[in-house]
Nanobody
Framework: QVHLVESGGGSVESGGSLRLSCVIP???????LGWFQKIPGQLREGVAV???????EYADSVKGRFTISKDNTKSAIYLQMTDLKPEDTAQYTC?????????????WGQGIQVNVSS
């Protein structure tokens, strides 16, 4: 069984920052890695993805505010979120697998809640 373990969510005021972390099993760390956002009533959306060749892609809604990074020594990816807005309130989930655009088919974490108050 494959486990992706997220941490770092919580509540913050508008304009604040949070950093999400996700530890990914080493045997799948070379695949497409990403963070996904699920807002109630909306479809889950890939907000930041790192392709195996190192190319990074962001959703328009988070460009300039969110930064995805990876640490090969820790087999982990991170999502640094700055200038958070109430509309960023969502469950965030990390994933590793095969990419089709910013969609990933593969393995998922449990999800972590981020709440941004105005």
């Amino acid at each position: 069984q494959v486990h992706l373990v997220e941490s770092g969510g919580g509540s913050v005021e508008s304009g604040g920052s949070l950093r999400l972390s996700c530890v990914i099993p080493e045997n799948i760390f070379g695949l497409c890695l990403g963070w996904f956002q699920k807002i109630p009533g909306q479809l889950r959306e890939g907000v930041a993805v790192i392709y195996p060749d190192g190319i990074i892609e962001y959703a328009d809604s988070v460009k300039g505010r969110f930064t995805i990074s990876k640490d090969n020594t820790k087999s982990a990816i991170y999502l640094q979120m700055t200038d958070l807005k109430p509309e960023d309130t969502a469950q965030y989930t990390c994933a590793a697998g095969y990419c089709s655009g910013r969609n990933i088919r593969g393995f998922w974490g449990q999800g972590i809640q981020v709440n941004v108050s105005s």
